[in-house]
Structure formats: C-alpha cells, structure tokens
C-alpha cells in the first residue's frame, strides 16, 4: 500500500509543530485534499484539536504501547492510497522513554513507519547559529528521514538571507518559514493544551494561520515530501485484527445460548461518558471495544439526568472533572444512577478524571464537591504533579487480564486520591519501579493510569464479555 504521509517535528516542544501541523492540515482540507492526522505519543488534546476544531480523523501512533507491527497496522487501519496523512511529532525528534531511549520517540515512529520528517525550527532570537543546530539533526539522522526544514517565528526579510545558506551548506530543502503571530499561539493549561472549545474564535485563527502558511510555505515541497512515502510491503500491513464474525459469535455466545437458538444478534451496550469534563478517549481504544462486539452509548455526566437505557457496562475516560465539580455535583439524579449501576454489579471501568468522579467528594478551593460515591475517599489538588509517565500495568489478581500479562498506558495528574487502590503493580519502563495503584474486583477497575487497550487487546475484550455477562444475567 502506498500511503502518502509526513511527520511534523521539532527539535524541541514549544517550537510551533502544534502551530505548523493544525495550519498546514486546515490549507490542506482547504485545497480539497483528503486529510488524516496522527499523534505520536500518548497525548489526548491534540487529536480533538485536529478532530473537533478542522473536522479530520485522528488518533494516537506510540511505540512504546505497540510493537513495530502493530504500530505499521493501527497507522495503515482503514486507510486508502488516495489520502494524505500528517503525523504530529511529541516533544524534541529523538527524545523518547525517559528522555534516553529511542522507543517512544517521533524519529522511532517515523522509522518504524518509513515516513519523512519536516522540522519545525523556532528561529527566534538565532542566526547563523540555526546551522549547527540543523548539522546536528542531520548528523543524527542515521535514516535520511529528514527531508525538510521550516523556519518558525522569522521575519521574511532575514528567511531571504539564511535559507540559502541552510540548502548550500547542509542540503537540505528549506520549505517555507513561518512569521510570529502571538495570536496563533496556542495556551497552555497542567494537563497541556486547553481544549478546543475554551479557544475563543479558534476556528477563525486557524483558518488565518493556514492562509499565512499558504504564504510563506510551499505547500507542493510538502506534498512532494509526503509522497516520497516508501510503499508498505503486503506483510507490513497485514495482521489479526478483531472485527466482523469472529467477535460478535465470541459475544453472542457470552451473552447466552437463548440469543443463538433464536439466531439472534444482541451486543452488550457500554456507556461512555463523554462531555466538557470526560473526554479523554483513545479513538483506537473505543473503536477495539467495537470490533469486540459491543455497542457504545455516550453520555454526558454534566448535562444527562441518568445512563443510558439499555446499558450493560460503564466506561468513565478521563478528563477535568475538578473543573466542573460543582455542575457535576448538582446533577443528583446521574450520581444517583451511577451508584446503582455500581451497586448492580454492572462492569466499569474507570481511568484518572473517571476514577476521580466515582469518589464521595473532590476538595478543590478550599470547597468539597460531592461526586458519585461509589469509592469512599475523597480526591483533591496535590499541589504538584502527584505521577507522570509511562507505565505497565499487571493485576494481583487475574480478572481483565490473562494471568501474567500486561497492560500499558499512563499517568498524567496533579489530583491525588485518599485511596488509590493497590490490586495491580505499576512498573517504570526505564528505571524498572514499582507501586501499587489500581482498584480493581472481578466487574471494575478504578484508577488513575488511562490504559492503552491495543497494547493487550484482552483488556478490551475481557470488558466486552463481562458486559454480554451482564446482559445475559439481566435476562
């Protein structure tokens, strides 16, 4: 398959990728082009950005959650050689698990993949010095993956004397450069970007931002980059994923033989919390409790009075909770139902912003906000970042895992809890510790880490046969 496709990065964060990729995907869109975009790495903000704010599809590509094949399988997944994808770099190109190792990285995904690179180079405040600094991407680039070079925050005037010296000395194409504008700039907020709706006018700035760059940028280099794409190899693409017949036999015979003596089809509901407060979601991860069988419902925990009807598991993502304590706490009738669906045995799953709504009360302002109740401890600001980082995850006790195994994912939250749980190990990829977090019993698992499901595709399928068990005991 022959997908054409780019990498934005960077040699550092805060160079302008996130600027530079949501401009260049909205002239994209504008020329009539069929667009995806892709993050690399584990960060939830930026794929809303691309989705909710330019209306493209978008997901998360990390490998450190999937090996090698897998990665080349979720990138390539429903994907057709007629459209144009842009993966969005993390951090600096070659910093990846703990800021040493190659995996996890933006230059491990762009070669895991084979996909060409532009770097995003904040210029201000450099001149001849941006040489050596691009000398030594180059050096390191034992790929040639890098293919070309955009200059952030530089006035045209100076572009029109460094960027011949950048092509002569280092040969490499220099694409364009990009003027500063304090007004595309994107605010930052502790748990990274501020999400797409609390950007007054974003849409307008966006659309002024890509017809800059159509300016400034020549959007054929790109496009001539992205095409340079090497072709996937048949092996490459090919893999096991659980879709269509095998899945929904899997969860018809889960549910109850009554369904297939009748010939009948039902698939277990799981609800999702999905809102201003509850929106952190890997688009992968839903779409595996999908290809399982299950049937999503969404649901807002702010504005909805109760779950949805005919709901058979819960699934509670992360997100602000804390922000929108007080309307979550005035919803009586939600946090009501959300306790007897618990108090029924039903299956939930329930990660970081998720987990914090089931408590008795999240304490924010010197306030205490009642939430669900469904775990008796209360969360509140730990003044600092309480984890951060990758993890893998194994039970104590085998319920949503086959025994031994693991699940990866991670942590990213200054909330802290009087009671983070202790029935799985949390271990560090890098220095190898260890601590005990998660609660979990055979229908729930409650904590702070957001799982990573493609990492072990039995968690999600696990979730999806607990709730067909569900359906059948309601029977």
């Not at 930026?46 to 090698?68: C, Q, R």
């Not at 994907?79 to 698990?97: F, S």
């Not at 299956?347 to 009360?361: R, T, W």
Request: include cysteine.
């Amino acid at each position: 398959m022959k997908l054409k496709r780019v990498m934005i990065a960077a040699p550092k964060s805060g160079s302008g990728k996130t600027t530079i990729t949501c401009a260049l995907l909205q002239a994209l869109k504008d020329m009539g082009g069929q667009v995806v975009s892709y993050k690399c790495g584990p960060d939830y903000i930026d794929p809303m950005f691309h989705e909710k704010v330019i209306g493209l599809p978008s997901k998360n590509l990390d490998t450190y959650f999937t090996d090698e094949q897998k990665t080349k399988e979720l990138l390539l997944k429903n994907r057709t050689e007629e459209e144009y994808a842009v993966l969005e770099g993390v951090m600096g190109l070659y910093d990846g698990l703990g800021g040493v190792r190659e995996e996890g990285s933006s230059y491990h995904l762009a070669k895991v993949t084979g996909t060409p690179v532009i770097l995003v180079v904040d210029a201000k405040g450099m001149g001849y010095s941006i040489l050596p600094l691009l000398a030594g991407f180059l050096a390191y680039d034992k790929e040639h993956l890098i293919r070309g070079v955009i200059l952030n925050r530089m006035s045209k005037a100076y572009y029109g004397s460094i960027a011949p010296l950048i092509e002569e000395e280092l040969k490499i194409n220099v694409l364009g450069y990009f003027p500063e504008h304090k007004e595309f700039c994107i605010e930052s907020r502790h748990l990274g970007l501020v999400l797409p709706e609390e950007l007054e006018h974003i849409r307008a700035q966006l659309h002024q931002a890509a017809e800059e760059l159509k300016r400034t940028v020549s959007l054929e280099a790109i496009l001539r980059v992205a095409e340079s794409a090497r072709e996937f190899e048949e092996e490459e693409s090919a893999g096991h994923i659980p879709t269509g017949k095998d899945s929904m036999e899997k969860v018809q015979i889960s549910a109850g033989k009554e369904y297939k003596e009748k010939q009948l089809f039902v698939r277990p509901v799981i609800a999702v919390a999905r809102d201003e407060a509850f929106c952190f979601y890997y688009a992968d991860n839903l779409r595996l409790l999908e290809e399982y069988g299950a049937e999503l419902k969404f649901f807002s925990p702010i504005h909805d009075v109760g779950l949805p009807d005919g709901c058979h598991a819960l699934l509670l993502g992360g997100g602000y909770p804390e922000l929108y304590a007080d309307r979550l706490s005035k919803n009586v009738g939600m946090r009501a139902a959300i306790q007897k669906a618990a108090e029924q045995g039903m299956p939930i799953v329930a990660e970081c912003g998720g987990f914090m709504y089931l408590h008795s009360a999240i304490r924010k302002d010197e306030e205490s906000y009642d939430m669900a109740g469904v775990i008796p401890a209360v969360c509140s600001d730990s003044g600092r970042l309480a984890r951060f980082g990758y993890i893998e995850l194994r039970e104590k006790k085998s319920s949503f895992l086959p025994t031994g195994e693991r699940i990866k994912g991670h942590e990213f939250h200054y909330y802290d809890s009087t009671e983070n749980g202790t029935d799985c190990l949390a271990v560090k990829p890098v220095t190898g510790r260890e601590y005990p977090c998660v609660m979990e019993g055979e229908n729930y698992w409650f904590g702070f880490p957001h799982l990573y499901y493609p990492s072990n595709p039995a968690f999600a399928e696990r979730f999806v046969e607990k709730a067909a068990d569900f359906l059948h005991n309601r029977l």
